[in-house]
């Protein structure tokens, strides 16, 4: 899409004109499938710094229902995170942590609980500098604080050409590492 002088006047003479934006805006979006029935709501107060979404669904065929919430706060430094799910069953699993911002990127700390009740640390971080050099890592450990598995990617470029190397680590007998997406809000 181009963007003309005179429709990006326009676009900030509406946001200045709308006082609503300041407030909170919510969102709803359903699906309705032959196998399932799902809705998600987004909820963002931007004064606050806060962003809520909530979904719920479920399957036609048996009744089942899962769910989500995650809440974003933003911080002075950064922003905290809390999602929690629950399964058709009944269990649930949370993650919770903190982003916070660096000179050159930022750093996640956090940790999970699984469905079972283990607990699991969270770390990353991400960088980047001026020339388009970048790094990435990621790690989850257990209780004990044994590392169950992480993750290093380095990108590097020099005349025009772009250099990537990813390292994994996970110990024998780990042939999955537990889920550690942070969610997006």
């Known amino acids: 899409m181009i963007k003309t002088p005179l429709m990006l006047a326009s676009l900030a003479a509406l946001a200045y004109a ?5 407030q909170e805006q919510s969102r709803t979006r359903s699906y309705e499938g032959p196998n399932v029935s799902a809705t998600t709501t987004t909820t963002v107060d931007r004064e606050a710094g806060t962003a809520t979404r909530e979904r ?3 399957n ?21 995170i809390d999602v929690v799910q629950t399964g058709p069953q009944g269990r649930s699993r949370s993650l919770e942590g903190e982003r916070t911002r660096t000179e050159n990127g930022s750093t996640f700390t956090g940790t999970a609980t699984g469905r079972g009740g283990e ?15 970048s790094q990435a890592s990621q ?6 604080g044994n590392v169950l598995a992480a993750r290093d990617r380095v990108t590097t470029r020099s005349d025009g050409q772009v250099s990537r190397s990813v390292s994994r680590t996970r110990p024998p007998g780990v042939t999955r590492p537990p889920r550690a997406r942070r969610p997006r809000g």
């Open 119 to 133: 607990t699991y640390g969270l770390a990353g971080s991400r960088s980047r500098d001026g020339q388009g050099n």
């Open 18 to 22: 709308l006082p609503a934006a300041a």
């Open 60 to 80: 036609l065929n048996t009744g089942n229902t899962a769910s989500s919430t995650a809440v974003r706060q933003r911080t002075d430094a950064g922003a905290t």
């Open 139 to 144: 790690s989850v450990t257990d209780s004990a």
């Open 56 to 58: 719920e669904a479920t």
